[in-house]
């Protein structure tokens, strides 16, 4: 390639998009790399999102043609992000060339520079149609997907950059390790944080019963086991509980596993009054930019999607995430609390509400993570996370402060299912003694605050989110969690506890206060 077609591949900057230090210094190491390493090294550098990946390795671009007679190709793995790349690279002067199912690539000798979705590059590396010989440099956006470690073959004489923002791959079978030879690790989140260029994240988190969740052959939950959970009307309340509590009348995106849930949510949140539209990967361009042009334009807009908008989308009016799914996947995790972390005007902080565990799971956004260890050792990490079995034996339902309030004359209004549970076998007592002595002690501190027997039924009804804790916990005791089975102890629950306080109101009432009701 003739280095006045490079030369003309540069034209005069013309951005407003200043590059901050941090930036500046991770393209000084990496052109250090390029100076110093092989010309085939597997270079991997990971910046949180909302760091500004697709900048710097713009500004590398730019520099790399402009020093370099070679050629530039960058992979990612959404169309989405192919046209943001473009549109990025090209206001940092660079011209470039998006290679998609649809490009004429009769004109290619006259660009230095290519933009490729992964899928559609694959198949024109494999029909001949682009000419890679000269491709010095190699860039993959959000390099852990590993739909791209097939085309390394067709790059075995290039240099290699790899960026994302959670450097362990969406595979444990094809750890990152086995593809790039060393990681850069940048700006931490606390720091980016610190330093305002991103949002602090307020964390509301519930203790969730995820027993019932299993895990597929991917490493994470299945779609089956989350919607069979996530759909129970149980859930939904509890999801519309939360939002209305925490983020009711703020722009907010929820995040599902499984269309059917997204529906749910959707059709939910639209019979109580609010706002809301759903977005799947089902959607035609024209649906999803008609959707995603009224979020963007609705103050106390809601979304409710799955996976689809955990990258390549950017919209910094977000004010709340809610994760209405369990995950194990950091990466996941990361990507989407890192949809709400935009700064804009007075933006500095916004809210997570997570459904899933997660925070108990992975730990806070912005922990302080080795990356280095995890690149190098991720079934070592991967082997750490707590199991959803243990992580729930350490929780305590709490009543929330308005529920307790209508239980302020009782002492106490915990019921250890699991002791109990303990101690009645220890006793050689059958295990459905549990839940007779839990509807006793519920029914007790219904009466204790409570007039006649009206008033302990109606608080009775209250305690749906108990109830449900409960369960939980004794169906894990006695290792038996499927939904129907849960229903049906759940009804049988409601139906017990309401019997209980009509034929024993008057004994229990006597029993507290030495006398009985007053007719």
């Known amino acids: 390639m003739s280095e006045t077609l490079i030369a003309n591949a540069i034209v005069e900057r013309k951005t407003d998009k200043e590059l901050y230090s941090y930036q500046k210094g991770a393209i000084d190491q990496i052109f250090d790399k390029f100076e110093t390493a092989p010309d085939d090294y597997h270079l991997l550098y990971q ?40 549109t990025m690279l090209t206001s940092f002067g660079v011209t470039n060339k998006v290679v998609d199912s649809k490009a004429n690539l009769d004109d290619q000798e006259e660009y230095s520079c290519f933009v490729a979705m992964v899928e559609t590059l694959n198949n024109r590396l494999q029909d001949d149609k682009l000419d890679i010989s000269d491709v010095g440099l190699v860039i993959i956006d959000e390099a852990h997907y590993n739909s ?38 940048g700006e931490t989140i606390v720091s980016l944080i610190e330093n305002e260029f991103l949002a602090r994240a307020e964390f509301y988190s519930y203790n969730m019963g995820l027993t019932s969740l299993e895990v597929g052959s991917n490493g994470d939950y299945t779609v089956k086991s989350s919607e069979d959970l996530y759909n129970n009307s149980m859930m939904l309340s509890k999801l519309l509980e939360a939002y209305e509590k925490h983020s009711k009348g703020k722009k907010t995106l929820i995040f599902n596993n499984g269309i059917n849930t997204s529906l749910h949510v959707y059709e939910t949140f639209r019979a109580a009054g609010y706002p809301i539209a759903h977005l799947d990967n089902t959607a035609t361009k024209k649906q999803r930019k008609t959707i995603l042009k009224w979020f963007n334009m609705t103050p106390n807009a809601i979304l409710t999607s ?60 912005g922990a302080d993570l080795d990356w280095q260890t995890i690149f190098k050792s991720p079934n070592f990490y991967a082997d750490r996370l707590i199991s959803d079995e243990e992580l729930e034996s350490n929780f305590k339902w709490e009543m929330p402060e ?59 009804k209250m305690l749906g989110p108990d109830i449900d804790d409960r369960i939980q916990r004794y169906a894990k005791c006695i290792s038996k ?27 229990i009432f006597e029993d507290i206060h030495g006398r009985p009701p007053e007719e």
Not at 150 to 169: H, I, M, Q, R, Y
Not at 308 to 322: C, M, R
């Open 306 to 365: 799955v996976s689809i908008l955990t990258t390549g989308f950017d919209e910094p009016t977000i004010d709340t995430i809610i994760l209405n799914r369990a995950t194990k996947s950091l990466t996941l995790y990361y990507q989407m609390i890192g949809r709400g972390s935009r700064i804009l005007n007075n933006k500095s902080t916004f809210s997570v509400i997570d459904l899933g565990n997660n925070f108990h799971r992975f730990g806070p956004w």
């Open 481 to 507: 969690s499927t939904y129907n089975f849960l229903k049906w102890l759940t009804d049988d629950y409601h139906k017990k506890l309401s019997t209980h306080l009509r034929q024993n109101f008057d004994t």
């Open 148 to 185: 791209f470690t097939k085309l390394f073959k067709f790059f075995e004489n290039s240099f290699v950059l790899g960026v994302t923002a959670t450097p362990l791959s969406s595979n444990k079978d094809l750890p990152m390790k086995d593809n790039y030879d060393e990681l850069i690790v």
């Open 402 to 460: 308005e529920l307790r309030a209508e239980f302020a004359n009782s002492e106490e209004v915990y019921f250890d299912i699991k002791e109990t549970y303990v101690d009645s076998i220890k006793n050689g007592e059958t295990s459905k003694v549990v839940l007779e002595r839990s509807i006793a002690q519920h029914a007790r501190i219904c009466v204790e605050n409570s007039e006649d027997v009206y008033d302990a039924l109606a608080l009775s």
């Open 47 to 86: 910046l949180p999102t909302g760091g500004g990946k697709t900048v710097i390795f713009s500004e590398i671009v730019r520099q790399y043609l402009k020093h370099h007679s070679k050629k530039v190709l960058i992979m990612t793995h959404r169309i989405e992000l192919c046209k943001q790349t473009s």
